[in-house]
């Protein structure tokens, strides 16, 4: 009889939920993804993809003053352990040394820019 009485007074919220279920069960929830994804496309087209760096920068900023700077260092310790976790310790010498390579390819390639056009001068 719960259920009867319940009936007609249910939020939008929970509208939306079991609807929301309804699609995964006839759909799957790959559906999401795809109309997501055809959505973040048009969004693209009529905005301009700097859009989604501006929305992510103000959701960023709105982050920070809500949670405080130390929310990103705790989420980002939290992402290590679990990176840690799943790829060993060994792990992050390995990226480090990738960057460290890269960034002495941009120093020669700078230097080598800088070479040539003093040769111009």
Request: no cysteine.
């Amino acid at each position: 009889m719960a259920a009867k009485e319940k009936k007609g007074s249910m939020t939008v919220e929970e509208a939306g939920r079991m609807g929301g279920e309804k699609v995964r069960e006839e759909r799957g929830s790959e559906f999401f993804s795809e109309i997501g994804q055809k959505g973040g496309e048009k969004v693209r087209e009529e905005r301009g993809s700097e859009f989604f760096s501006e929305i992510g920068q103000k959701g960023g900023e709105k982050v920070r003053d809500e949670r405080g700077t130390e929310f990103y260092q705790e989420i980002g310790h939290k992402g290590g352990e679990k990176v840690k976790e799943e790829r060993g310790p060994e792990f992050f010498s390995e990226i480090g040394h990738k960057g460290g390579q890269r960034v002495r390819e941009l120093i020669e390639e700078g230097k080598a820019a800088e070479g040539g056009s003093n040769k111009k001068s």
